[in-house]
């Protein structure tokens, strides 16, 4: 299948290793493939994106929130009414990641942590993952998938940035769900967008 990327394509099967690196993650998954989709805004189906408003910084802002648990359930006003009882949430995140590491209430199977507990297991776990490649998520091989039904049914003969972006609008897990709820962007609406964007470049 690979061969039939184009070569802005084959970057962004590539380049989602990095994306999951800086981000200190240990897999790759859709989040990362629409994080180096943005490497080439000029391209069908990533200049949709970036005409919605999206940019590599929000869609890394929108990423690390998502993964990490930022905020976790709780809203803004949940948050302030703990704090009226005396409880500041970002104070017991700082006290717990001071005494047990960086990330430790973060849940272990949203960071891919799967290795041993503590800041020490933590850094073995970091430094043996810039060592070997990072393995795709299902759902970000599920979206490469339908990046290539995508390109059949438009009987395009080789897989581009749009397909790329159209399997990634077809995924329905609950990561990029919530990447997609973050940036303000609806999968279907941006589906239809690119689809659209398409129509009007053939004319």
Do not use: Y
């Amino acid at each position: 299948m690979f061969e039939r990327f184009s070569k802005e394509a084959r970057e962004i099967v590539i380049r989602p290793q990095d994306e999951a690196r800086a981000l200190g993650h240990e897999w790759i998954g859709t989040e990362h493939l629409l994080l180096a989709v943005l490497r080439h805004p000029q391209q069908p189906g990533a200049a949709t994106l970036t005409r919605l408003g999206v940019t590599p910084a929000s869609c890394r802002a929108a990423v690390a929130g998502v993964v990490s648990g930022a905020g976790d359930d709780l809203g803004a006003q949940d948050a302030e009414a703990l704090r009226a009882f005396g409880i500041d949430l970002e104070e017991v995140r700082r006290r717990a990641e001071e005494s047990f590491g960086q990330g430790a209430l973060d849940d272990p199977a949203s960071t891919g942590d799967t290795g041993a507990r503590g800041p020490a297991g933590r850094h073995r776990e970091g430094a043996r993952a810039l060592s070997r490649h990072l393995p795709f998520a299902a759902r970000a091989k599920k979206a490469l998938k339908d990046a290539l039904r995508e390109a059949l049914a438009r009987k395009d003969r080789r897989i581009g940035v749009e397909h790329v972006v159209l399997g990634l609008s077809r995924s329905d897990d609950n990561i990029s769900l919530g990447v997609f709820t973050r940036l303000g962007v609806d999968p279907e609406s941006l589906r239809q967008r690119v689809l659209s964007d398409l129509r009007e470049a053939a004319a």
